[in-house]
DNA sequence: ACATTAATTGTGT
DNA sequence: ACACAATTAATGT
């Protein structure tokens, strides 16, 4: 983890994907507040059971949030992207200061630590954060519950079909650098159902596949 | 360039 | 689901 002084170009960042809804006021209190933290592909930003003092929003990047029992069994929830953060574990946090979820890097991305108290206290200082997370709590319960209905009623390749859909879309790249191991975890499948699903589909001519690396064709 | 090994992927039961 | 085979990538000699 690399924590950086905030200067010039980060700040430029910052108001780049923040400021067309935040007021200005706010922005300079996030930047004076706010840690920077640089996580590479796949690092853990916080793990079930962490104790949450911080709440990262994401600057740049993508990552991805996922469930996980006490077998290590996961279950990918949603994703959260660039100028996004996630009110759920704001939420969470508030109540019981320990983390219910995990989340994880999907690419190199740069975070901004803001401490939970700070976020509750903007809470009633600024209404456009107020809208701010409320939007957030929105988006998320809508995304939640897509993957819901995935999950009920979608048949597994179809899930898998919507899997690497949204990971090309997400990381905007028809190339998915995943082995079908990360790919079972995330879908909470195992390796085996997955690489077979994956072979029908190469087979049908939908994707290539290769060794720590799936390309999509048009799907 | 070749051999060895570890990790990933493929397949039959 | 499990076990094993086959393939691939990485590393050392």
Redesign the pocket.
């Known amino acids: 983890m690399t924590r950086l002084e905030i200067e010039e170009s980060t700040i430029q960042i910052i108001k780049d994907s923040l400021s067309y809804f935040l007021e200005k006021e706010l922005i300079d209190e996030i930047i004076k507040i706010g840690q920077l933290k640089n996580v590479s592909t796949d690092e853990l930003i916080l793990n079930v059971g962490d104790n949450m003092k911080m709440i990262p929003i994401v600057l740049t990047g993508s990552v991805k949030v996922s469930r996980e029992n006490e077998n290590g069994d996961e279950l990918l929830l949603y994703y959260i992207e660039g100028g996004d953060t996630c009110a759920m574990t704001l939420q969470c946090c508030v109540r019981q200061s320990v983390s219910e979820i995990k989340a994880t890097a999907m690419e190199p991305s740069l975070l901004l630590m803001i401490p939970v108290e700070m976020m509750e206290n903007w809470m009633s200082k600024y209404k456009s954060w107020r809208e701010y997370i409320l939007q957030s709590y929105h988006t998320r319960l809508t995304e939640l519950m897509e993957t819901v209905d995935a999950i009920a009623f979608m048949r597994l390749d179809e899930r898998l079909k919507k899997y690497l859909v949204d990971q090309a879309k997400l990381l905007g790249s028809l190339e998915i650098n995943?082995?079908?191991?990360?790919i079972a975890e995330d879908l909470h499948s195992?390796?085996?159902?997955i690489?077979?699903l994956?072979?029908q589909l190469?087979i049908k001519g939908e994707i290539k596949?290769?060794?720590?690396?799936?390309i999509l064709g048009s799907i």
Do not use: D, G, W
């Open positions: 995943h082995t079908h191991q990360q195992s390796r085996v159902v690489s077979r994956l072979k190469e596949l290769h060794r720590n690396k799936i």
